[in-house]
């Protein structure tokens, strides 16, 4: 399984970015798929996650109303746009495939990708 993020950088608070995440090596549309972040000194935690078929997306607290999770099945392509970027959303972002994503849970995945850089300046 091949796991690759894009979209990172540098961006002032109030601005916004688009994350993508592409895959290989497994049936896309048949897992669940999410994104994770951890910043410096801190656990990785889970951001959003939307179920195999897009029919279930789950948020944390802090980025609900401002990240949308979205996925394209044809494409083996997962999405966060994140929008009204705040510094403390600053942290390395992780493609995560294969959590769980139901009841408001965003679980431990399988695979992770490398991560992309998002850093978010005041």
């Known amino acids: 399984v091949q796991v690759v993020e894009s979209g990172g950088g540098l961006v002032q608070a109030g601005g916004s970015l688009r994350l993508s995440c592409s895959t290989s090596?497994?049936?896309?549309?048949?897992?669940?798929m999410g994104w994770f972040r951890q910043a410096p000194g801190k656990e990785r935690e889970g951001v959003s996650c939307?179920?195999?078929?897009?029919?279930?997306?789950n948020y944390r607290d802090s980025v609900k109303g401002r990240f949308t999770i979205s996925r394209d099945n044809a494409k083996n392509m997962l999405y966060l746009q994140m929008n009204s970027l705040k510094p403390e959303d600053t942290a390395m972002y992780y493609c995560?495939?294969?959590?769980?994503?139901?009841?408001?849970?965003?679980?431990?995945?399988?695979?992770w990708g490398q991560g992309t850089q998002v850093t978010v300046s005041s």
């Open positions: 995560a495939v294969g959590g769980a994503c139901y009841d408001g849970r965003i679980g431990v995945p399988g695979y």
């Open positions: 939307v179920n195999w078929r897009g029919a279930i997306t």
């Open positions: 090596g497994l049936t896309f549309d048949d897992v669940n």
